[in-house]
């Protein structure tokens, strides 16, 4: 079955870096675009940043973008997002998700909590 | 950047209730529009793709309307286990975008 799992989450001062993981199995991961979505606590699904199946092209939310970089390595079925400068109003849950054919995300992991905080 | 709006942001209704939200886009994204519920503490679940298409897996009670910029999410006979937040959310563009939710609540 398919299955994500985040990893790399914690509390870190502000300005500080971070990497998350996501580690994909049960489905062929090189085949499928993913994304990183984001809650703050209370809050509602925040878009983040999404690869394409091949690492080719990437885009990302205003509000990371230069900080945040996603990227993926297929040889391990794992998906990455680097956190750099980080800010308070980054404190959430970060989830990964799968992109569909139908660009919809179908599969989610259960997310993993990043406080930023001094 | 598109933008997505939803209403109402809350309400409350009871079990066999017809229940319906709607969801707005800022400009028209055809039929790129999906819905998903989350309750508290998990993932969100994709219950409607391209706008009125029923995930697999998902009760039929749910379904999904629409196209352009106004779009629908109804629960034909809402049961216990669909107290949830719905969110959703467009495709349309390379960055996709959530409305803001819409919180079922028991009556």
């Known amino acids: 079955q398919v299955q994500l799992v985040e990893s790399g989450g914690g509390v870190v001062q502000p300005g500080r870096s971070l990497r998350l993981s996501c580690a994909a199995s049960g489905f062929t991961f090189s085949g499928y675009g993913m994304h990183w979505v984001r809650q703050a606590p209370g809050k509602g699904l925040d878009w983040v940043a999404v690869?394409?199946?091949?690492?080719?092209?990437?885009f990302y939310a205003d509000s990371v973008k230069g900080r945040f970089t996603i990227s993926r390595d297929n040889s391990k079925n794992t998906l990455y997002l680097e956190m750099n400068s980080l800010r308070a109003e980054d404190t959430a849950v970060y989830f990964c998700?799968?992109?569909?054919?139908?660009?919809?995300?179908?599969?989610w992991g259960q997310g993993t909590l990043v406080t930023v905080s001094s | 950047d598109i933008q997505m709006t939803q209403s109402p942001s809350s309400l409350a209704a009871s079990v066999g209730d017809r229940v319906t939200i709607t969801c707005r886009a800022s400009?028209?994204?055809?039929?790129?529009l999906n819905w998903y519920q989350q309750k508290p503490g998990k993932a969100p679940k994709l219950l409607i793709y391209?706008?009125?298409n029923l995930q697999s897996g998902v009760p039929s009670r749910f379904s999904g309307s629409g196209s352009g910029t106004d779009f629908t999410l109804t629960i034909s006979s809402l049961q216990p286990e669909d107290f949830a937040t719905y969110y959703c959310q467009q495709s349309y563009g390379t960055l996709f975008t959530f409305g803001p939710g819409t919180k079922v609540d028991i009556k």
């Open positions: 391209a706008a009125s």
């Open positions: 400009q028209s994204i055809s039929n790129n």
């Open positions: 998700a799968r992109l569909t054919s139908e660009k919809s995300l179908d599969y």
């Open positions: 690869i394409w199946y091949d690492g080719s092209k990437k």
